[in-house]
């Protein structure tokens, strides 16, 4: 049944027309739903007050299955956008958001995706302030993708560069890796698995925020680990640096679930994706000081402090075994693949 | 994570270690059988703890590198004539003469990544209008599973289920290696996981005939030191017999329930080897009574013969003949992105393993 009196029980290819089946969903989902002054205009975009430099970031989304243990695809839309422009040492504030329907979508799932974008905005202090919406025919899609762009200003403490990075920089991470990854992976088609996995999607700009107002310099750089894992985050910072990272195996924080579920399918946690996490590069002196302060933040808790530059194997990373061998750590090519036995 | 960690633990295995450089007096070439193995010593490190005589040459224990290209075509060929094809994931990014399977995928075919074969059962059971075939390639680690799968079509009585296979046994290829009059390995660490199936009663006769010490390992860095370990103790002393380093998972006679679905289903057939060969009786084919699960004959697939690629010395590497830096393509030519062969595209290739983890100086 329609959560709405005037809307169908799933979205048809009129909704993306531009008539008044499309003005009808807007108003009695969209508009509702995100209420504000800059939506209100009516125009064909926004006009947002912003001074200074610009800091913007766009990302696509395109999870399948649409709703997961721990968050579904609104709320990763908005987070995974957010992250980005927080990354930058920038401080998010506005949001656009376009969908792209797979007609047959169920109006209750639209529904529970619009609301679930409108809590994730809130939460991390932003606002959806233009949009889009477009419908495809059956088959020409996989129920919803989604598209948003952040806009935001530069955090006024923040110094973030990859040029910053120095020997005897300290690379923390927020949290337990690996999570978002294999709860999606534990939902897939012909690989489901029992398990409590949850999705570790959240906003990290407040986090951010917090790091550059009581550290700010000493924040070389942050990146979150999403598509690629942590070994691409850290093969970024090797290559694009020119400088050496060298990982403990052991001290990365993984949950016991997510440890056994990389083993039984398999996988190497360093490459399976995040949601919720950043990795930052702190100078060295005060890294001890960051981490605790990480780890008492409600967005870090579990917070570790994994790795260090190095003035060996410039352009490399390389990580130390439990056994204390050592490994090269390459980026992910191609997709990671189950393995055999 | 109980039977892991404390495989993997620091102490225990510099323990095993400092033994291992106590008892050695002399070099020694000892091969790891299966790609499992190789991938963990590259992957830990062990390589470089271990004392400067022992050479650890990687055997031919990746089932992926050893999958004939022809096969890889064959599936390719399937996908085309809008089969729904079933493979483990290591197999979809494996060069075939033309395309790979997700090469294939990319251009419109039907494939599905799953990691069992029952799963490709349930497929054909919901898809009662679509041919579905699985890709049954493995070592005797994988058999059980891909014979279940075809019995539980036939009790299912599911027409539309088939498997291409490609299936190769360890014993066979070990021979094989000995027989090579250039052969200069001294020991082998057994492949763990074939041997929880099969057991090892089959390589006393193999320790005997080649005097070569066997050492049924596990595959977590404490296992392999192990291993290792009670290897270099009999090459020490001249003697030459199976030990069961891997006693969580392996017993003498192995898991007979497994076995007697193997033997149901299948039975031992001559088998291509990709970069090795012919090998006489070193593989599975189907039983004829289960002949018509046989998406080779069902298909009226015709076998094109060996195209391998020629700058490919897989041969070589996969019977411990070079090492893959030792090749002039390996990281240059060759790498995971634009592979020459399956040695370095397979998780448990030791080509890839050298690319992803090794030489980290």
Known sequence: MSPKPNLPDSIQLAHGSGGLMTRELLDEIVFTTFKNPYLEQKHDGAIVPLTGPVVISTDSFVVSPIFFRGGDIGELAVNGTVNDVAMCGGIPRYLSLGFIIEEGLLTTDFLKIVESIKRAADAA????????????????????????????????????AMERIAEGDQILVSGPIAAHGMAILSEREGLEFESEIQSDTTNLNHLVDDLLKAFGGAIHLFRDPTRGGVSGVCSEIAQDSGRGVLLRETD?????????????????PLYVANEGILCAVVDGA????????????????????????????PGKVVMESSIGGKRIVTPLIGEQLPRIC | MKYLTEYRNLEATQKVLEQIQKAVTRPWNIMEICGGQTHSLVRNGLLDLLPEGIQMIHGPGCPVCVTPMELIDLAVTLMERGVILCSFGDMVRVPGSGLSLQEAKSKGGDLRILYSPLEAVRIARENPEREVVFFAVGFETTAPANALSVLQAEKEGLSNYSILVSHVLVPPAMEGILGDPFCAIDGFLGAGHVCAIMGYSQYHPIAAKYKIPIVITGFEPLDLAEGIYKAVLQLEKGEYRVENQYKRAVTEAGNLAAQKVIHQVFEIGDRQWRGIGSIPNSGYVLRPQYRGYDAAERFQLEEKGDTENGECMAGAILTGQKKPHECPHFGKKCTPRNPLGAPMVSSEGACAAYYHFASTT
């Open chain 1, 125 to 160: 202090g932003v606002q959806v302030v233009t949009g889009d919406t477009k419908v495809v025919e059956s088959g020409k899609g996989d129920k919803i993708f989604i598209n948003t762009t952040g806009i935001g200003s530069p955090h006024p403490n923040g110094q973030i």
């Open chain 1, 286 to 313: 005060v890294a001890p000081e960051v981490l605790a302060f990480m780890q008492a933040h409600p967005k870090g808790s579990g917070s570790a402090c994994i790795g260090s530059i190095v003035p060996d194997h």
């Open chain 1, 252 to 268: 990365f924080p993984i949950h016991h679930q997510v440890a056994a579920a990389c083993e039984i399918l398999g996988l190497d």
